[in-house]
């Protein structure tokens, strides 16, 4: 099932509410979040004359992201609150089809994994009593 979370999503002042899968298998030393190309289009950030092409070890192999040099937010969304927000990199990977949270942003968020496969997790500022379930795939 996976974790995934709320989140909205502020990039060159577009908001867009997303759900978000808590990855932590998408290692990175910097905040990034990775979204599909579908939703970069729908957003219109892509096509984009400006980027940086990487190459990038996935479980699926080596790929070829587009490394986006604008400044974006996102905002985790807690009982329709903005609970936490966090600058962030957008990294577009044409061979996803959800968003995806590096570990970096999982830590900064304060994600509290439970069970990744029943979808279960807290955050850190919840009482231990609370275990919120996993939104649905979007």
Not at 62 to 75: D, G, Q, T, W
Not at 80 to 92: D, G, H, L
Not at 122 to 130: F, G, M
Request: glycine share 4%; proline share 6%.
């Amino acid at each position: 099932m996976g974790i995934r979370i709320k989140l909205k999503l502020l990039v060159e002042n577009k908001e867009i509410d997303v759900i978000a899968l808590v990855n932590s298998g998408f290692e990175s030393t910097e905040p990034d979040i990775c979204i599909p190309l579908k939703l970069a289009e729908k957003i219109k950030l892509w096509p984009s004359s400006i980027f940086e092409s990487e190459k990038v070890l996935t479980a699926g192999g080596e790929v070829s992201v587009f490394r986006l040099p604008l400044k974006a937010e996102i905002m985790l969304i807690l009982d329709n609150n903005i609970k936490k927000r966090i600058p962030c990199n957008i990294v577009i990977n044409p061979y996803v089809e959800e968003v995806l949270l590096s570990d970096y942003l999982i830590d900064e968020l304060e994600i509290i994994p439970i069970s990744f496969r029943k979808g279960l997790w807290r955050h850190k500022t919840d009482n231990e009593s609370i275990i919120r379930e996993s939104e649905k795939p979007q």
